[in-house]
């Protein structure tokens, strides 16, 4: 039996949207779901008994970072990344896939895998199918991600075709050096651009496999919005629907609506906590400037429809105090509210299309939001 296993619920009547549960090692996660990002075995500016109290179930980790430093070997010594962070929910870890083929001219791709020097130090490395199950296996996480290659935008079909191709045949090395199927459980990736028949032919191979959970990969890399729309809508209907979907890398207000419209069951992004970081919050009535001078007298609370801790015990003048003065705090109590507000969003999407109401709350969201 999996380690992982989904069971879906209810499927919206209007729309593709659906209710499920994923059934972890480390607990129960409602979906359609936001996962916040613990790159380096930390919510940047958020303990993990904060992340409990705002909702948190599920968190990502960054294989590629955590294999850097401090080593998946010495995670694993610690009695894995759950003990390793002090988190008791549920984690997924990714590949370390993307951040390496991110690195441009310090990596190079062949069939074996990706060499590439660390961004750190400038240390050369190798990354196969076979050393990123091992590194996600000594961090025990409760889903891993196949290694894949990412594909950039714009890029030439026949490319993006040799790619696809590639990370079908990593993929079937990665469950062959799967070694932990028990209390993790492997998710498969979907590639293939922006070419709806790369899409289709990739899925059919990755579904082969049968795994208990697929991704769909190579979106958010730069194409416009409209257009990963179009992409997302045809990939979900590839996918099986009794197994999770999940939408790498995305996670604003209105990707998330449009998202779980289509159909997508997971999704994380380091967006809330990187935009808190510079200031900006999200709101009620959208995204809010903290830094701009409106707000220096302005007593009231952040978003005067978000009951967060944040929202409940400081003003709008304060927190930009604490930014302009450089404080710490200022990060730490931004952060707070943008994962608040996601994960606060993400259960009135899923009581909405419980009640039937989904398209209505998007509409009602969007009049309020305003420009994304």
């Not at 294989?63 to 390793?84: C, D, N, Q, S, W």
Request: charged letters at 25%; proline letters at 4%.
């Amino acid at each position: 039996m999996d380690a992982v296993r989904f069971e879906l619920i209810k499927n919206d009547e209007k729309t593709k949207a659906s209710l499920g549960r994923l059934r972890t090692p480390h607990g129960l996660i409602e979906t359609p779901v936001f996962m916040p990002v613990g790159t380096q075995a930390t919510v940047k500016a958020m303990r993990p008994d904060q992340l409990k109290e705002i909702g948190a179930k599920i968190i990502l980790s960054n294989t590629y970072h955590l294999y850097l430093r401090p080593g998946h070997e010495i995670v694993k010594a610690a009695g894995g990344l759950h003990k390793f962070m002090n988190w008791d929910g549920a984690i997924l870890t990714d590949s370390g896939g993307f951040q390496v083929f991110s690195l441009g001219d310090l990596r190079k791709i062949t069939e074996e895998g990706v060499s590439f020097r660390s961004h750190i130090d400038g240390s050369k490395h190798m990354f196969t199918p076979e050393k990123s199950m091992e590194v996600q296996n000594a961090l025990g996480s409760d889903i891993m991600m196949a290694f894949d290659e990412c594909p950039p935008y714009p890029a030439e079909r026949e490319y993006v075709k040799r790619s696809l191709e590639r990370t079908t045949r990593w993929l079937e090395r990665c469950v062959k050096a799967h070694k932990n199927t028990e209390k993790q459980s492997l998710f498969g990736i979907m590639q293939g651009g922006m070419y709806k028949d790369l899409r289709k032919l990739s899925a059919s191979q990755i579904v082969e496999f049968d795994l208990p959970g697929y991704a769909i990969g190579g979106l958010s890399v730069g194409e416009p919005k409209e257009l990963m729309y179009e992409v997302m809508d045809y990939c979900v209907d590839y996918l099986p629907k009794n197994k999770p979907r999940y939408l790498m890398g995305v996670g604003s207000p209105d990707c998330l609506f449009e998202g779980v419209e289509r159909g997508v069951d997971m999704f994380d992004c380091v967006l809330p906590t990187r935009v808190a970081r510079n200031g900006l919050a999200m709101t009620s009535h959208g995204r809010i400037s903290i830094k701009n001078a409106a707000y220096e007298k302005d007593f009231s609370k952040l978003d005067p429809e978000c009951d967060c801790y944040t929202c409940t015990n400081y003003s709008r003048a304060y927190l930009r105090h604490l930014f302009k003065a450089n404080e710490i705090l200022s990060s730490m109590l931004l952060t707070n509210h943008n994962l608040y507000f996601l994960i606060n969003l993400m259960e009135r999407i899923r009581n909405s299309i419980k009640d039937g109401n989904f398209l209505e709350l998007k509409r009602e969201f969007y009049n309020k939001y305003g420009e994304f």
